[in-house]
C-alpha cells in the first residue's frame, strides 16, 4: 500500500490525528477526571465528524446481481445495486452495507426476496434504501432495514410482502407512491 502525502484529506487526517495524539499524551496524565472527560468528548466529536474516518469512498458504477446469497460479507457498496428486469436475488442470511446516497433497485419484472437479512449505512450519511420500480416484487422477511432515507419506496403496479422486519432510524419506513384513482396512505 502506497501512500500519498500529496493527497491533502489524507495529509489532514494525519495532521488531526497527531495533533490529538499529543493532546491526549500531554493531559490524560493529569489528576483530574474533568480533563480526561473534556479530551474524550473531543475526540468523540471529531470522530462522528468524520475527519478520522475520512469520506465515504467515491461512487462506482452499478452492480447487477441476480441469484441466491446466503453466506459471506459483509457486503459493501459504492454503487447502485441493481436486480435486472427479468431475474431475481434471494437473500438469506446476510450483511449489506450501502454508501450514502447508493440503493437496492429492483427492476421492472424482477423480484427480491430475504430471510434474516441486515441493511445498512456504511458512512456517515444515509444510503437511499430498497427502490421497487413499477410491476416489480420483494418479499421481505425476518430484515432490518438501518439508516436510509425511505426503508422501501414502492412503485405502481408493484407487489410488495413484508413482515416480521425492523425499519430503525429511516426517515420513512415504507414510502408508496400515490396511484391515480386509488387512495393510499403514502407512506409508513
Known amino acids: 500500500m502506497t501512500l500519498n502525502l500529496g493527497n491533502p484529506p489524507i495529509v489532514f487526517t494525519l495532521y488531526c490525528f497527531f495533533i490529538i495524539f499529543t493532546i491526549i499524551n500531554q493531559f490524560y496524565h493529569e489528576k483530574s477526571n474533568q480533563i480526561k472527560f473534556f479530551l474524550l468528548i473531543v475526540v468523540q466529536i471529531i470522530n462522528f465528524s468524520g475527519w478520522l474516518h475520512g469520506q ?17 460479507g459483509p457486503y459493501i457498496y459504492n454503487s447502485d445495486v441493481i436486480i435486472a428486469s427479468g431475474t431475481y436475488l434471494d437473500l438469506q442470511g446476510v450483511t449489506f452495507v450501502f454508501n450514502e446516497g447508493r440503493k437496492l433497485i429492483v427492476e421492472p419484472n424482477a423480484s ?18 430498497i427502490e421497487l420500480q413499477n410491476s416489480a416484487s420483494a418479499k421481505i422477511n425476518n430484515t432490518t432495514i438501518d439508516n436510509a432515507e425511505y426503508g422501501v419506496q414502492v412503485s405502481n403496479k408493484t407487489w410488495l410482502t413484508v413482515s416480521d422486519c425492523i425499519f430503525n432510524k429511516n426517515y420513512v419506513g415504507i414510502y408508496i407512491e400515490p396511484f391515480p384513482g386509488i387512495h393510499t396512505l403514502g407512506s409508513l
Open 112 to 129: 427480491l426476496t430475504t430471510d434474516n437479512v441486515h441493511f445498512e449505512n456504511g458512512c456517515i450519511k444515509m444510503w437511499r434504501g
Open 56 to 72: 465515504c469512498p467515491p461512487n462506482t458504477s452499478a452492480v447487477y446481481l441476480s441469484g441466491i446469497i446466503n453466506s459471506g
